[in-house]
């Protein structure tokens, strides 16, 4: 059965189902089933759910942060909207059983990262070394501006 997994997971994902929902029904294709796995996809999930999370929040503090840095540039209002997508993505993406898994400091430090040295051959305006959002501001819903 590990053979399949690591061969064609499409496959082996459609006959694992299968064999789940027959298991469900009362049949005996327990020993059929590749337990370890199964077990292992179903926790991949809720990791991937919260990776999705994490790159949303990174992306809407990067754009936060280009804005606070060069707050005079042209490209304010796509810095805006790019974060707001963001945010919007990651609060619809979101469960309340990632809040204690999610690193803000970590967060802030992969946005950090993807702040350029300069934009428009302006350097940036200081910007703090401490995350200035929680996660609860991250996720609560921005208004469009008029």
């Not at 059965?1 to 997994?5: G, K």
């Not at 754009?63 to 280009?66: D, M, Q, R, S, V």
């Not at 819903?141 to 501006?145: L, Q």
């Given at each position: 059965?590990?053979?399949?997994?690591e061969d064609d997971i499409a496959l082996?994902?459609?006959?694992?189902?299968?064999?789940?929902?027959?298991?469900?029904?009362?049949e005996k294709v327990n020993e059929q089933i590749d337990w370890e796995n199964v077990a292992e996809e179903i926790e991949s999930v809720g990791r991937n759910e919260r990776?999705?999370?994490e790159s949303h929040l990174i992306q809407a503090m990067a754009?936060?942060?280009?804005a606070r840095a060069w707050p005079q540039s042209n490209a304010l209002s796509h810095w805006d909207a790019e974060m707001r997508a963001a945010r919007g993505d990651a609060r619809r993406h979101f469960s309340p059983s990632m809040r204690q898994l999610i690193d803000m400091p970590d967060i802030?430090?992969?946005a950090l990262d993807r702040v350029p040295e300069e934009i428009?051959?302006?350097p940036p305006q200081p910007l703090?070394?401490?995350?200035?959002?929680s996660l609860d501001e991250l996720l609560a819903?921005?208004?469009?501006?008029r």
């Open positions: 059965m590990s053979d399949l997994y082996w994902s459609e006959q694992q189902g299968d064999l789940l929902r027959r298991l469900a029904r009362g990776h999705a999370v754009h936060a942060l280009k802030y430090n992969a428009d051959g302006q703090s070394v401490v995350c200035p959002l819903p921005v208004k469009r501006p």
